[in-house]
């Protein structure tokens, strides 16, 4: 079974540049989780989807990010314009549904460097 | 809201010793806990994780946890660690529908 992939897995910018980057959850999961990963810290959740449809936004910096899920399967985090404290390892997660005691798969991550 | 402490950012132990990883967690309901692994460059795998079933939770490459409620504790063990077992572990809480994870402990292993 194919794992979740994500692209690019590297990236390094300007700030107030904009950055996109890509996510392809495992054949058949309905929840998406976008996380941002700070050196030396835990992964903090940015956004879910339940399908297509957003079920937690609610520390995602909307004024710089944005992101969507078209037809329920692929997903894009955008960040424009991009700020130093961007920089970090942005991971892609999937489950099945949203019970609380669902394993969520990661993907690799896209790490991004703003200079 | 829940949340977890993971007590030491870094732990080093010789190969074959015994492997201890702390996580406590603060939770207002009944908790769901999650342990991760993280290889460098990669993303996070899961270890094991407690539904509220069995309190001793075994899970892949030898690792198990106990949940202890009277200590409000989730703490990782390997009875001996192989040089594999070096990365960077994460404990995680479920926040309704999200996963709450600590700051994370990295795994050394001395040969």
């Known amino acids: 079974e194919a794992g979740v992939a994500q692209s690019p897995r590297y990236k390094i910018i300007e700030k107030r540049q904009s950055v996109a980057f890509w996510c392809n959850p495992i054949?058949?999961?309905?929840?998406l989780y976008w996380y941002q990963q700070i050196l030396g810290q835990g992964p903090k959740l940015l956004i879910q989807f339940q399908n297509n449809g957003v079920v937690d936004d609610s520390q995602l910096p909307k004024d710089r990010f944005s992101a969507e899920r078209l037809k329920g399967v692929d997903s894009t985090l955008k960040i424009q314009p991009a700020k130093l404290e961007d920089s970090a390892v942005y991971l892609c997660?999937?489950?099945?549904?949203?019970?609380?005691?669902?394993?969520?798969?990661f993907g690799p991550g896209t790490r991004l460097t703003v200079l | 809201a829940q949340s977890v402490t993971q007590l030491g950012s870094h732990v080093s132990v010789s190969e074959g010793a015994l492997v201890l990883l702390r996580c406590n967690y603060s939770?207002?309901?009944?908790?769901?806990l999650f342990w991760y692994v993280q290889y460098p460059n990669q993303g996070l795998q899961l270890l094991l994780k407690?539904?509220?079933?069995?309190?001793l939770v075994k899970g892949i490459n030898g690792f198990e946890a106990e949940f202890k409620k009277s200590e409000t504790s989730f703490h990782l063990t390997k009875p001996s660690a192989h040089m594999s077992d070096a990365a960077e572990y994460f404990c995680a809480v479920s926040d309704g529908n999200k996963l709450v994870f600590g700051a994370g402990t990295i795994l050394r292993v001395k040969s």
């Open positions: 054949s058949g999961h309905a929840t």
């Open positions: 997660a999937s489950s099945t549904g949203v019970v609380r005691t669902d394993t969520q798969y």
């Open positions: 939770s207002s309901v009944p908790p769901y």
């Open positions: 407690y539904t509220s079933a069995a309190t």
